[in-house]
């Protein structure tokens, strides 16, 4: 076998890790739960912050800020719709320029070669 699967000199850490691999999981597993712990004060000030939005809008509500708007129905903004097509106005195409053909036609003259 040319290549052999375990090092002539192995460090000493490597050997201890092969050993005893809580070395290497139980510091990571402390990392996790620390920087979890950590970013739990971020994530509350977020949530905080959301918080107050909302009681913010709810104070403007209560003041009856939003009895001004009309509410939206669906129904009206439909026939709005509907009879604002049935106005007189006449489709007018627009002249094309020179160098485009028509849509589906072929074009008269052959392409000119470059």
Do not use: C
């Not at 000030?45 to 913010?56: A, E, I, M, P, S």
């Not at 129904?75 to 320029?97: N, V």
């Amino acid at each position: 076998m040319p290549f052999s699967s375990n090092p002539i000199n192995p460090s000493p850490l490597q050997s201890r890790l092969k050993r005893h691999p809580a070395l290497f999981g139980v510091p990571f597993l402390l990392i996790i739960v620390g920087a979890s712990f950590g970013l739990q004060t971020f994530t509350q000030t977020r949530y905080d912050l959301q918080d107050q939005k909302v009681k913010q809008i709810s104070n403007e509500q209560s003041l009856g800020l939003d009895r001004k708007k009309k509410k939206f129905d669906i129904r009206e903004e439909y026939y709005k719709l509907s009879a604002a097509g049935e106005q007189d106005w006449e489709p007018k195409r627009i002249a094309r320029p020179n160098d485009f053909p028509e849509l589906g036609v072929p074009p008269n003259e052959p392409p000119a070669k470059s």
